[in-house]
């Protein structure tokens, strides 16, 4: 202990011994080069290094306080709030030019919709709605929808396209490679714009849409060449997934699952949703009521039901034994007496929903469209009890 | 008068082609990738970065020639270059917020960026080490914010094309504008023997 402290003794009184404002302090500049002052004082440039460092530092920071008070902009602290709920694509399909806008407008001017953010979806709208005190419209979700089945296999091409793989690049050449107009090209435009990662192409160069990560923002509809990419409410399922406007028989001889206008889906469809224009059929979505009935008869598989599997219907024991869906069922599955239980045979039963939707008493149960059809009845339940 | 005048062409030239930051010292790399990516973002940052750069050359000038040469404490400058920079770019932003709000949507984003990059360090240093007087500093920080403008512009033009054209998988990206840099750069070279000084 004792030999400690004596070092620490001689080696202060070593320093106090040294003279160092007589040493050459070599000066090393920024360029490598080195001046040699003979004689520092290191007191003075202490001195002037501690006051001017001082003084520098304390004028940038008044001068950036001062300019920081009078240059102040007030901002509303809920612009910021709705800024953090919104999407962040910046996709303008809210109308504004990008999401820093679109919540200031959002804030500032009280007739803006808070529900206008579509990637966001229901969620942010209620977020917007409850920071800006509006009231959020329930939207139905919407879905990119690629109306054309043709992959490379199924539809023919005209000539070989060896150019820049992108669509608006191919579409330069001749209307693009392949022999139908109206077709995805299946060079991937649409699934590198996608901003959220939700468009991929698929191995048979179609574009698969990921519904859990689409939000509708249309950027792929804009961006699509042929307007292939239409960008439709979540629930309706069943669609002509063709835009071919050529005649039957031109339609066939370029691809296989082309919409001929045979008309047949017109025929089926008991609520005339569908309609055959200038050689092409169109479901109507405010009239289809996704019973899916036109999907298997169409010749040519131009229909598409984006149901994965529909579920078949169950008869339970609120039945009241009417026969309304014996009377409805389009492939007769329905059987019973009356004032007797029904039963649904499932070997016929195709899951169309239409008994649901028909039964009086809601006894049927199953179909992808119950939840919904009970969900209204009891709303109207209640309003006609108050 | 005019061998003034020459000079600081001479300058501006020197700065912007045959001595210019990022193809033949490469300073400001970092940016000068980043911001390269579309041709509308690359001429902004190459406006706001010109601008940038002359007032804090000119505002480095006066601190160092008034008073740190005086003061005989001229090895401070790199810390003080930084804190001067800094201050400036942190106030322009916040007065630009106010005065220009366009301005500021436009341009404010590559402010912050500014503040960290070594161009806009390496200028009031080359400056305080060539000893220029006022005018000649003031060129050399134009000279060197128009040669980076050039760059990202000439850059931002061939990556836009790059972009859909067909390029071998591993290089795709940041592999292939290295490359193309590089070759730009041997382009620069050849400017080299326009203007001596």
Known sequence: MHELQRLVLDVVRLIHGLDISNLLLPYVGVGGGIEAHEHVDLVHTLKYTLIFLVGVSAIFGF??????????VKIDPR??????????????????AGCDQYAEAVVNNPEVSPSLCTPGGALCAEAVAFITGKKAEIKEPIFARIMCQGNWDKSSKKFRYEGVQDCRAAVLAGGGDKSCLYGCLGY?????????DALSMAEDHLPFVDITKCTGCRKCEAACPKKVIEVLPASKQV??????????????????????????????????????????????????????????????????????????AEVTDKCIGCQICMKVCPVNAATGEKK?????????????????AKCPVQAIEGTFNATDVFCLAAAKKQNAAS | MTTDSTKLFE???????????????????????????????????????TAVMMISAALSWVVYNLVMLPLDITFLKIIVFIGIIAAFVQASDTIMRKMS??????????????????????VPL???????????????????GIGFALALIIMASIREKIEVADVPAPFKGMPMAFIVTSMIALAFMGLSGLITI
């Open chain 1, 79 to 96: 612009v910021e709030k709705v800024k953090e709920v919104l999407a962040h694509a910046h996709c303008g399909a809210c109308g504004y």
């Open chain 1, 340 to 356: 007797k239980k029904h039963h649904i045979d499932h070997s016929r039963c195709i899951g169309c929903g239409i008994c649901t």
């Open chain 1, 188 to 196: 991937g435009t649409c699934a590198r714009v996608c901003p959220f």
């Open chain 2, 11 to 49: 300058l501006i030239i020197a700065a912007s082609l045959t001595n210019n930051f990022v193809f033949t010292r490469y300073l400001g790399l970092c940016i000068f990738f980043g911001v390269s990516k579309k041709m509308e973002t690359a001429l902004g940052m190459g406006i706001t970065f």
């Open chain 1, 63 to 72: 001068g950036l306080a001062l300019t920081a008070q009078k240059f102040a």
């Open chain 1, 239 to 312: 669609l002509v997934a063709c835009h071919s406007k050529d005649k039957g028989v031109d339609t066939r001889k370029n691809c296989e699952v082309g919409c001929i206008a045979c008309g047949i889906c017109v025929k089926v469809c008991p609520f005339d949703a569908p309609k055959v224009e200038r050689n092409l059929s169109r479901i109507d979505i405010n009239k289809c009521r996704v019973c899916g009935l036109c999907v298997p008869r169409c010749p040519t598989k131009a229909i598409e039901d984006f149901i994965p599997k529909r579920s078949k």
């Open chain 2, 126 to 144: 080359i400056n305080a080490d060539e000893q220029y007087s006022f005018l000649e500093s003031l060129a050399f920080g134009f000279g060197s």
């Open chain 2, 101 to 122: 709000p366009g301005l500021y949507y436009k341009l404010g984003i590559y402010l912050a960026l500014i503040s960290t990059n070594c161009i806009i360090l390496a």
